[in-house]
T-cell receptor, first 111, second 114 residues
């Protein structure tokens, strides 16, 4: 059981470039999440999904987009990368009201 | 909507001393509460959870937390800490009918000194 898998683990982007952070879970969870973690700020919710075809904005959605075409995959798209998007990104999934399972994170630097 | 406040950003403590990490939440509906631990350069791991039933919940490594509805709190405690407990701890909340929204506090860094 792989759990939640995120790729890539590290990435350096230039200002204005685009990229997609991949997230896959093999636990058949209905809920999936994207968070960003900045020092001293905890985890901020970017987007979440309650099932395939359904997504909703979290606390800090500006500059990001998501899609959920399958139960397993929940990619996060950054368009026109900015230095403010330098962060560590975590994907998570859970079933119902149970605990969330997290991926190992993607460390993104925008220069 | 739910929110979480972790009252201490850093907690230094000596080995074998007791510790309490504080968490208060705000919600207008029934809540489900979680404590996660994050070791350096790793993802988050579940430490313990309150879903229903007994208000005192315990982890396998000696931590416990008590759900207090009147105080809207879910404080984390350990009677005797080890060096290996040094990590960042996050409190999280979701609520009944919240459409899956899972909100985290800003975290508390626990530093255990010899």
């Amino acid at each position: 059981n792989a759990g939640v898998t995120q790729t890539p683990k590290f990435r350096i982007l230039k200002i204005g470039q685009s990229m997609t952070l991949q997230c896959t879970q093999d636990m058949n969870h209905n809920y999936m999440y994207w968070y960003r973690q900045d020092p001293g700020m905890g985890l901020k919710l970017i987007y979440y999904s309650v099932g395939a075809g359904i997504t909703d904005k979290g606390e800090v959605p500006n500059g990001y987009n998501v899609s959920r075409s399958t139960t397993e995959d929940f990619p996060l798209r950054l368009e026109l990368a900015a230095p403010s998007q330098t962060s560590v990104y975590f994907c998570a999934s859970r079933a119902g009201h149970a605990e969330a399972f997290f991926g190992q994170g993607t460390r993104l630097t925008v220069v | 909507a739910q929110s979480v406040t972790q009252l201490d950003s850093q907690v230094p403590v000596f080995e074998e001393a007791p510790v309490e990490l504080r968490c208060n939440y705000s919600s207008s509906v029934s809540v489900y509460l979680f404590w996660y631990v994050q070791y350096p350069n790793q993802g988050l791991q579940l430490l313990l959870k309150y879903l229903s039933g007994s208000t005192l919940v315990k982890s396998i490594n000696g931590f416990e937390a008590e759900f207090n509805k009147s105080q809207t709190s879910f404080h984390l405690r350990k009677p005797s800490v080890h060096i290996s407990d040094t990590a960042e701890y996050f409190c999280a909340v979701t609520g009944e009918g919240s459409q899956g929204n899972l909100i985290f506090g800003k975290g508390t860094k626990l530093s255990v000194k010899p």
